[in-house]
C-alpha cells in the first residue's frame, strides 16, 4: 500500500509540475514576439476613432496601419505581451486578397495590368481609394514594409476574405459605385420633399430590390460566388508568399462576421438576401480554410461567426448607405469578442 501511494504521490507531482510548466510557458511564451496582421477593415480599427460615429467623420480617421485603441489587435497584442516594436498591423480598409497580392507580387501585379483583365484593376484600385485618398502615397509605402514585417513575425493573422465575397461584387456589378452610394440615397431625399412621401417597403423582396436596384438576383449570387472561386486561388496565392518569406511562421486564420444578423431594414421586415449571402460566406470561408486550402492542416481557424455590428437604421433613411459602411463594422463590445475568440486558440 506504502508503495502504491509512494507511486501516486510521484504521478501528481510530476502533473503538477507539468502543468505548472505549461502555464508558464504559455502565460510567457509571447513576451518579445512579433505579431503581425494581414487584414482588412475590422483588424485595421475602422469606426473606432475617438470621433463622432458618423461615416463621413470616421473616413477622415481611416487607420493606416495603426493600433487603434478598443481593437481586438490592440487587446490581443498588450494581453499577450507581444513586442510592440516588432509588431505590425497590415490592415487596411476595403482590401482583400488581390490588393495584397498586388504589393507582395510583381508578377500579379503584371498579370492584372494585361488589358483583358482591366476592369479587375479598376474595381481593385476603387477598394485601394479610400485609404489612398485620406495618406496620398499609403501603398507604396506598405509595400516598401510589409514584406520585413511578414519575415520576422512569429504569429501571423490573415483576416481576409469579407471583401473578396462582399465589396467586390458590389463593386463589379455596379461598376459606378459613386452613383451607388450618392445617387440611390440623394433620389429618397428628393422624393421625400417634392412627394412630401415615399413609399414604405412591405416585404423582403420590395428590400432587396431596393438594395440592389435592377440587378438580377440570381446574377448577383452568381457574382459572388465566382468570386468567391478568386478568392479561394488568392488566399492560397498569398499564404504561399507568407511561407516562402517566413516558412516558421505560425498562422491563424479568421473567419467572416455575422455583420447582417436580426437585421430589420424597415418595420416588421427582418429578412434581406444580404443576410442569406452572409451566411453562405461564412460557410464558403470555413469550409475551405479548414478543408479545402492546400494549407488547411498547417493554419489554424478561428471562428468569427458570433461576432455582429451595429444595429442598423432603417433603409428608407436617406444616410443609410452612408451609415451602414460604418455599422456593418463591430462595435468596441464585439472586438472583445474577437479578441476572446482568438485568445481561446492562440
Excluded at 483583358?116 to 509595400?143: C, H, I, W
Excluded at 479561394?232 to 505560425?250: F, H
Aim: proline share 4%.
Amino acid at each position: 500500500m506504502k508503495r502504491v501511494l509512494a507511486i501516486m504521490m510521484a504521478v501528481f507531482t510530476l502533473i503538477t509540475m507539468s502543468l505548472s510548466t505549461a502555464f508558464a510557458k504559455s502565460a510567457t511564451s509571447y513576451k518579445g514576439k512579433s505579431l503581425v496582421i494581414i487584414g482588412d477593415s475590422i483588424s485595421a480599427g475602422f469606426g473606432l476613432a475617438d470621433a463622432p460615429e458618423d461615416t463621413l467623420t470616421q473616413a477622415l480617421l481611416m487607420p493606416h496601419g495603426e493600433w487603434v485603441e478598443g481593437s481586438w489587435s490592440q487587446i490581443v497584442r498588450d494581453k499577450k505581451g507581444f513586442d510592440k516594436a516588432t509588431s505590425f498591423n497590415c490592415s487596411r480598409s476595403m482590401w482583400g486578397t488581390t490588393e495584397f497580392l498586388r504589393i507582395l507580387d510583381p508578377a500579379y501585379e503584371a498579370e492584372l495590368c494585361e488589358p483583358e483583365n482591366a476592369y479587375d484593376m479598376y474595381v481593385s484600385s476603387l477598394l485601394m481609394t479610400p485609404t489612398e485618398v485620406t495618406k496620398p502615397g499609403d501603398a507604396r509605402a506598405f509595400a516598401a514594409t510589409i514584406k520585413d514585417a511578414i519575415r520576422q513575425a512569429d504569429v501571423l493573422v490573415m483576416e481576409i476574405g469579407s471583401n473578396d465575397l462582399f465589396a467586390r461584387p458590389i463593386l463589379e456589378l455596379f461598376a459606378y459605385p459613386f452613383y451607388h452610394a450618392f445617387g440611390r440615397q440623394a433620389a429618397v431625399a428628393v422624393s421625400a420633399v417634392t412627394q412630401q412621401q415615399i413609399k414604405t417597403l412591405d416585404t423582403p423582396e420590395e428590400v432587396t430590390k431596393f438594395l440592389l436596384g435592377k440587378t438580377d438576383l440570381k446574377e448577383f449570387r452568381a457574382q459572388t460566388e465566382a468570386d468567391g472561386k478568386v478568392w479561394e486561388a488568392q488566399y492560397d496565392r498569398l499564404l504561399d508568399i507568407v511561407y516562402a518569406l517566413n516558412p516558421d511562421v505560425k498562422v491563424y486564420s479568421f473567419g467572416m462576421t455575422r455583420a447582417f444578423q436580426n437585421m430589420e431594414l424597415t418595420p416588421g421586415v427582418n429578412w434581406t438576401y444580404l443576410e442569406e449571402l452572409n451566411e453562405n460566406g461564412i460557410r464558403h470561408m470555413k469550409n475551405w480554410i479548414t478543408k479545402g486550402s492546400k494549407y488547411s492542416k498547417r493554419t489554424t481557424y478561428v471562428d468569427m461567426s458570433n461576432v455582429s455590428g451595429y444595429p442598423f437604421d432603417y433603409v428608407l433613411w436617406p444616410m443609410f448607405t452612408y451609415d451602414m459602411i460604418l455599422d456593418i463594422h463591430p462595435p468596441v463590445s464585439e472586438h472583445k469578442k474577437i479578441a476572446q475568440n482568438f485568445l481561446r486558440v492562440l
